[in-house]
């Protein structure tokens, strides 16, 4: 409890001698003291993060046991004067948490009502400002050891400290040039042949991946079409019955090999079609019939008579064959 005016004759002289001078101070005493007549031992905890506050009650009894199943609950009045009204739950045996908003830095009182036949608890708590309005001193350690640095053909670093410590200190600290530009360039490098390293092993096991080992991406469009049926909520389409293609594939072989054997039987006789005699009877000179003039040698015709021969007995074997069929 603060109270920021005198009690006396300089400014509260005639207020002195009213009946509200010792009822307002009786007040502040008795609102100030702890509070008297109630059974059960609170306390409070407060913590401030993200722009609200948070309160944690634990409640005991005389007893030191756990009080719980209380109607607690809490108003808070932040600096603008305006209540805020907190809502307070148990969490735990003995435990009740509240939390409420605060937006604004300032000082907060907060008066919480345990429940009925307990004495009001008040308590308080102050939202501090920004950081970056906090009034930190100079890390002067830290200065001297970066004013200490020598830069390469460089001097180091000074330390700019103003010659008095009065009104004119700021002015003093403003005419010096903080800025020195007789600095030379920084440069610096960084060994990158690990890399380069790494980058080789990784070309050349691709080059020889890629070389050596066919890979089979087969399994790729049935696993984007699940992957697809999976994202859109689809029902997976059944697989297609392979009966017409193994029964095309049967049906291609058993012809392949129907054609082979017909090229083979083409060019084979068999040896039963093969008749026992097989012969050609030339017929003998006739004395009426003039003969032939002998033809001139030619080196074909042999060939051709004996090609001729050869297939006038291939005919008659086989005339001679159906006509044994028809007799059976």
Same mark, same amino acid.
């Given at each position: 409890?603060?109270?920021?005016?005198?009690?006396?004759?300089?400014?509260?002289?005639?207020?002195?001698?009213?009946?509200?001078?010792?009822?307002?101070?009786?007040?502040?005493?008795?609102?100030?003291?702890?509070?008297?007549?109630?059974?059960?031992?609170?306390?409070?905890?407060?913590?401030?993060?993200?722009?609200?506050?948070?309160?944690?009650?634990?409640?005991?009894?005389?007893?030191?046991?756990?009080?719980?199943?209380?109607?607690?609950?809490?108003?808070?009045?932040?600096?603008?004067?305006?209540?805020?009204?907190?809502?307070?739950?148990?969490?735990?045996?003995?435990?009740?948490?509240?939390?409420?908003?605060?937006?604004?830095?300032?000082?907060?009182?907060?008066?919480?009502?345990?429940?009925?036949?307990?004495?009001?608890?008040?308590?308080?708590?102050?939202?501090?400002?920004?950081?970056? #309005? @906090?009034?930190?001193?100079? $890390?002067? /350690?830290?200065?001297?050891? *970066? =004013?200490?640095?020598?830069?390469?053909?460089?001097?180091?670093?000074?330390?700019?400290?103003?010659?008095?410590?009065?009104?004119?200190?700021?002015?003093?600290?403003?005419?010096?040039?903080?800025?020195?530009?007789?600095?030379?360039?920084?440069?610096?490098?960084?060994?990158?042949?690990?890399?380069?390293?790494?980058?080789?092993?990784?070309?050349?096991?691709?080059?020889?991946? #890629? @070389?050596?080992?066919?890979? $089979?991406? /087969?399994?790729?469009?049935? *696993? =984007?079409?699940?992957?697809?049926?999976?994202?859109?909520?689809?029902?997976?389409?059944?697989?297609?019955?392979?009966?017409?293609?193994?029964?095309?594939?049967?049906?291609?072989?058993?012809?392949?090999?129907?054609?082979?054997?017909?090229?083979?039987?083409?060019?084979?006789?068999?040896?039963?079609?093969?008749?026992?005699?097989?012969?050609?009877?030339?017929?003998?000179?006739?004395?009426?019939?003039?003969?032939?003039?002998?033809?001139?040698?030619?080196?074909?015709?042999?060939?051709?008579?004996?090609?001729?021969?050869?297939?006038?007995?291939?005919?008659?074997?086989?005339?001679?064959?159906?006509?044994?069929?028809?007799?059976?």
């Amino acid at each position: 409890m603060v109270f920021t005016s005198d009690a006396g004759a300089r400014w509260t002289g005639d207020w002195v001698n009213r009946e509200l001078y010792d009822k307002l101070f009786g007040q502040m005493v008795r609102w100030a003291m702890r509070p008297a007549g109630g059974s059960g031992k609170f306390t409070v905890a407060t913590d401030f993060a993200d722009g609200r506050v948070r309160m944690v009650i634990n409640a005991l009894d005389k007893n030191d046991e756990f009080l719980n199943f209380l109607n607690m609950n809490g108003t808070a009045v932040g600096p603008d004067m305006q209540p805020i009204p907190m809502k307070i739950e148990q969490s735990a045996p003995g435990r009740y948490v509240g939390e409420f908003a605060a937006k604004d830095a300032g000082s907060y009182f907060v008066m919480i009502s345990p429940g009925a036949g307990q004495s009001p608890i008040r308590t308080g708590l102050n939202v501090p400002y920004s950081d970056e #309005f @906090r009034e930190l001193s100079p $890390n002067e /350690a830290l200065l001297d050891q *970066l =004013a200490a640095m020598t830069p390469k053909n460089g001097k180091p670093g000074i330390v700019i400290e103003p010659k008095t410590k009065n009104a004119d200190t700021m002015e003093q600290l403003l005419a010096v040039n903080t800025f020195r530009h007789n600095l030379l360039k920084a440069s610096s490098s960084q060994d990158a042949w690990q890399y380069l390293l790494l980058f080789a092993s990784c070309l050349f096991f691709g080059d020889v991946f #890629f @070389r050596r080992v066919q890979v $089979n991406v /087969a399994w790729v469009p049935p *696993l =984007a079409g699940r992957a697809r049926d999976w994202l859109l909520r689809r029902q997976p389409k059944p697989a297609a019955p392979e009966f017409i293609q193994r029964l095309r594939g049967k049906k291609a072989e058993v012809t392949e090999q129907i054609e082979q054997r017909r090229g083979t039987v083409r060019f084979e006789m068999p040896q039963a079609q093969k008749p026992a005699d097989l012969t050609v009877l030339e017929e003998p000179p006739s004395a009426n019939k003039p003969s032939k003039p002998a033809e001139k040698p030619s080196i074909t015709e042999p060939q051709k008579t004996e090609q001729e021969t050869y297939t006038e007995r291939l005919l008659r074997a086989k005339k001679k064959v159906w006509e044994d069929r028809d007799k059976k």
